[in-house]
């Protein structure tokens, strides 16, 4: 009996260590950062780059019929749209790759619990 639990944990170990390997491919990023996305965020960079010069300038440049603070709002409201678009991108990338991290360090740690009590097991005969 006490063997058995220790093949089960073994067993479960490998299988976890398996999955991690399989976890990214199964769920990859582009499921969540779609290509819409990735678009939009290039259109905001780009618009931020280019505001950027009159925005942040001590002697902005305005153009005639153009207004510096309304300048200002839309850069600042670009610049939170960047921001939760950086944070998007981010979870999405970093998602798949940190529960693979969980699921091969549990896997080892059941494997390894698994040897440890299949060898104490194997020693008390």
């Known amino acids: 009996m006490k063997v058995g639990i220790a093949f089960g944990l073994m067993g479960t170990g490998f299988l ?17 950062w779609t290509p819409e996305k990735a ?8 618009k931020l780059h280019n505001m950027a010069f009159t925005v942040n300038s001590p002697k902005p440049s305005v153009r005639p019929g153009q207004d510096l ?3 200002k709002a839309e850069f600042e409201a670009l610049k939170k749209e960047n921001d939760e678009l950086n944070a998007a991108f981010t979870s999405a990338d970093q998602g798949p790759k ?9 896997g080892i740690s059941l494997a390894v619990l698994g040897v440890v009590g299949w060898y104490a097991v194997n020693q008390s005969r």
């Open 16 to 32: 976890l260590l398996v999955l991690s390997g399989l976890w990214p491919k199964m769920f990859p990023a582009t499921i969540s």
């Open 39 to 46: 678009n939009r965020s290039s259109e905001i960079k780009n």
């Open 69 to 71: 603070a309304k300048l």
């Open 98 to 106: 940190t529960i693979s991290k969980i699921l091969k360090w549990s």
